[in-house]
């Protein structure tokens, strides 16, 4: 079926009929510009928020990252940016394959149905001028028809007439010949005009105008394909991005696990850790018996700090929590140290002198490294004159000599204060806490701190022997782990919860334990993730 057949009458139909249907390809083409402007103010919005929520740089938020469910905050926060770069996407998207491409195609559509229309208009007026034409020779031929009769009945009459001479009857029947022969030939116009004007109609009704409807309906059949597909990509172009949007909340979900509530008390323990013991008992005075009041020297259980914390408000009760009055040991009343850390608590101290020796070590092998390039370069120069003096590398070699010198004297400082406060001072084997890699603060571990470090140095040879003897030493009890331990730093030992462990070192303060395996394998753990039961 058709429009030419079954709807040749409808002219006006079919024109409001495609007019809708342009008026609602611009109409959806307006419903899809507004959605992309919802999609890029709410992409916006969101990147907005992340923004405001997100640390800033060097803040006291950024430092907390080390904690999981911190760290699990900013992952949301950054999977959120990345996803409101998708719903950027579907709005870039839907702009471009949608609007801008039914917007040209909407515009070939009102070309297209204007030409059609303007074909009808000329069949119509062409016919509308046949049938005028038409009109005029028929309306000639009635007149002209009437005019011979009149002609006739009057030649009739004069013919009749007695007193009508002859010349009077001849020229009124030449009159009606005349009148008669014209009439004949505005018949026969009528009746080409007729013809004419017959044809033209049946081209109109039956080829032309069924041409032109059937056009407009292949054009309209044409836009609602093209309005289905537009349907489509609708959803298609969200769908498309679908998979990258399940990976941002895939990611949420997984910052959501990756909070670790015991490793987060843990990482607060070893980075606020003060190493202090808790003030012992005041003495009672006896005032009664007239007795001076007892030096706080006196008792090898009381410190210093509290009593001269109290002083003016005695009687008052020492509040651990109180700023005013809270408990401060006499070492941090003395000048501040920044170069020995004196002025941080001993645990702290011993956690940044470790870092500083570490970083010194390291410095002196890029040193030592560098002397011995040198030296291979000046051994060159010797044998090859032509490619260099060596006496030009002279005061490179003078001025790493003189780097190295006070790195040795920097070590061996920060070493002897790393052993007043307690610590192992091993360079070697001992290096300070380290940040994972998404940002979760480990605890100190001892390890390593190079592969190709020179063991014929004299700083080195020292624990490099103290090292082998403590591979022979016999375990000295064993351990459980409480929970699971990734072992990732140098010197440490993977453990998984409930896995039993040799000790053959225990924790000498600075809150580590050294196990070995059943196949050989030592290392370090952190004595708090184990249950340890030392031999009696």
Not at 2 to 23: F, M, N, V
Not at 132 to 145: A, P
Not at 314 to 342: A, I, Q, Y
Not at 426 to 453: E, K
Request: glycine letters at 6%.
């Amino acid at each position: 079926m058709d429009w030419g057949t079954e709807l040749w009458d409808q002219y006006d139909i079919l024109d409001k009929h495609t007019q809708s249907g342009l008026d609602l390809v611009e109409k959806y083409v307006k419903f899809v510009k507004e959605r992309t402007e919802i999609e890029q103010n709410y992409a916006k919005q969101l990147r907005n928020l992340t923004k405001k929520y997100s640390p800033k740089r060097g803040s006291k938020e950024e430092q907390e990252c080390r904690f999981s469910n911190h760290q699990a905050f900013l992952d949301v926060l950054n999977e959120m940016n990345d996803y409101a770069g998708q719903r950027e996407l579907i709005a870039e998207n839907m702009m471009i394959n949608i609007c801008i491409e039914l917007t040209k195609y909407l515009q070939d559509l009102k070309q297209e149905r204007k030409m059609h229309l303007l074909d009808a208009k000329k069949a119509q007026q062409s016919l509308e001028g046949t049938y005028k034409q038409l009109d005029n020779s028929k309306k000639r031929f009635e007149r002209e028809w009437r005019e011979a009769e009149k002609a006739t009945q009057n030649a009739d009459k004069t013919d009749q007439d007695l007193n009508a001479t002859k010349a009077d009857v001849e020229k009124a029947k030449q009159q009606a010949h005349m009148r008669t022969h014209i009439a004949e030939e505005c018949k026969n116009d009528y009746a080409a005009q007729l013809q004419k004007y017959n044809k033209e109609q049946n081209q109109f009704y039956f080829t032309d105008m069924p041409l032109i409807f059937n056009n407009l309906q292949d054009m309209d059949e044409r836009r609602i394909k093209k309005m289905a597909q537009g349907y489509i990509q609708f959803s298609d172009t969200e769908r498309q991005v679908m998979p990258i949007i399940g990976k941002c909340l895939e990611g949420i979900t997984r910052a959501g696990t990756n909070v670790n509530e015991r490793n987060d008390s843990v990482v607060l323990i070893e980075q606020h850790k003060s190493g202090f013991e808790r003030p012992g008992d005041l003495e009672f005075e006896d005032y009664s018996q007239g007795i001076n009041r007892a030096s706080s020297d006196s008792s090898l259980g009381t410190p210093k700090g509290p009593l001269e914390l109290l002083g003016k408000n005695k009687n008052k009760t020492f509040r651990l929590f109180n700023k005013k009055s809270k408990f401060v040991p006499e070492k941090l009343k003395m000048p501040v140290d920044t170069e020995g850390f004196t002025h941080l608590p001993p645990e702290q101290r011993r956690k940044r002198l470790q870092q500083k020796i570490d970083d010194i070590s390291k410095e002196l092998q890029k040193e030592m490294d560098q002397s011995e390039a040198l030296g291979k370069m000046k051994d060159v120069y010797e044998k090859n004159p032509q490619m260099g003096d060596p006496a030009s590398l002279a005061p490179q070699i003078a001025q790493t000599a003189q780097n190295m010198e006070r790195l040795r004297g920097d070590l061996n400082k920060y070493e002897s204060w790393l052993a007043e406060a307690g610590g192992r001072g091993d360079s070697i084997r001992y290096s300070t806490h380290s940040l994972n890699n998404n940002g979760a603060h480990n605890p100190s571990s001892p390890g390593a701190l190079s592969d190709d470090t020179d063991p014929s140095h004299d700083i080195y040879t020292e624990f490099d022997d103290d090292f082998e003897v403590e591979e022979l030493a016999a375990p000295i009890g064993q351990c459980t782990a409480l929970y699971n331990f990734p072992g990732s730093s140098e010197g440490t030992i993977s453990m998984q919860e409930g896995e039993v462990l040799s000790v053959v070192e225990e924790d000498k303060g600075d809150g580590w334990t050294r196990v070995r395996r059943n196949n050989g394998d030592e290392g370090y753990i952190p004595t708090s993730y184990a249950t340890i039961t030392l031999n009696k």
